[in-house]
């Protein structure tokens, strides 16, 4: 098949683009570079299947695919908070601009919805059904309320214009080719704990998280897209498996053999307190669960780190 990836140079979205290309797949990776990199997808460029387009999906594109994964947005608080009216434009904008191209070629579409559209959530585990608590004039509302209304879209154009649509919700998800800068908590533990910096924990530290390895997320994010049972989403892709950031900040001072001391600070407005997908949908339409448990992954994201450190 022809495949369109937005964001395709990101974290995610490379590691998408190389799985579809090992599937014998043409890969159009559309990106403006914004949080993406070159790097990230350098070894692909080789492979004649394989076409960059330097492109911002907020402004309308014509191309011919079969289907399209829409990942363009920028996802840590960092970058989204950096031009938040850029943010909702990309995720608004961005994705009637990709509909559009869905309906006019009949392209299959999945959107790379998150977590954050469940906010703070008061419901725990997150299951799909939870309309969520999101603040809509907070710091964070850019991304969270962005989202929401990129899967109002999908939604709409699919019982108005038929539109063949697929709907993820993506919780935290780790691994290599994370963006060193990207003031998310896996990579910021890990560069502190590799320099043997102190590691800043928000809060005391009791907030919880649930970390996914890219593989896994990836071959749920597949399945999703290929799955002919007429289930359009939303789905839950996650790891149930739940930590609390101090325990993930100590598990990884113990991976990197770091000296790294802990120490705490105020914790960020809207920080969600409680992250878990109930990810039963995704099992049983799907078949599909993480198996990549956290300490095989985060050695992995490590090694990964530490070529980055040692190469700078």
């Known amino acids: 098949m022809r495949i369109l990836v937005t964001g395709g140079a990101g974290f995610l979205g490379s590691h998408l683009c190389e799985r579809l290309l090992n599937e014998g797949n043409d890969v159009i990776c559309l990106d403006n570079l914004f949080t993406g990199s070159k790097d990230n997808i350098i070894h692909l460029m080789d492979n004649h299947r394989f076409e960059l387009i330097r492109h911002d999906i907020v402004e309308p594109i014509l191309l011919e695919v079969d289907r399209i994964y829409n990942l363009a947005c920028p996802a840590s608080p960092v970058h989204y908070q950096y031009n938040p009216v850029k943010t909702v434009k990309t995720s608004v904008m961005g994705m009637i601009n990709m509909l559009g191209m869905a309906k006019r070629v009949k392209a299959r579409i999945l959107q790379a919805s998150t977590s ?21 004039i907070g710091i964070r509302s850019c991304y969270d309320e962005g989202k929401r209304v990129a899967e109002t879209l999908m939604m709409d154009y699919h019982r108005q214009n038929k539109v063949d649509i697929r709907i993820i919700r993506i919780f935290n998800t780790y691994g290599p080719r994370m963006a060193e800068n990207d ?4 990579s910021n533990f890990m560069l502190q704990a590799l ?15 649930s970390f996914c390895y890219v593989s896994d997320l990836i071959d749920g994010m597949i399945r999703m897209m290929e799955n002919e049972q007429d289930f359009i ?13 101090l325990e993930f900040a ?19 407005q809207d920080d969600p307190k409680q992250r878990r997908p109930d990810i039963t949908l995704a099992q049983e339409k799907l078949g599909w669960q993480p198996s ?20 700078g």
Do not use: M
């Open 116 to 136: 954050e559209v469940y906010g703070d959530p008061q419901v725990h585990p997150q299951k799909e059904e939870y309309w969520g608590n999101v603040n809509p």
């Open 250 to 268: 100590e598990k990884i001072i113990t991976i990197t053999g770091s000296k790294s001391k802990i120490i705490y600070k105020p914790l960020p």
């Open 233 to 245: 989403g939303p789905v839950n892709l996650g790891n149930p498996v739940e930590n609390t950031i």
């Open 292 to 311: 990549i448990d956290l300490e095989t992954g985060l050695k992995a994201t490590a090694d990964y780190f530490a070529a980055r450190c040692n190469r």
């Open 195 to 209: 320099k043997n910096e102190d590691i800043t924990v928000f809060g005391e530290g009791r907030q919880t998280r």
């Open 183 to 186: 003031g998310r908590v896996v």
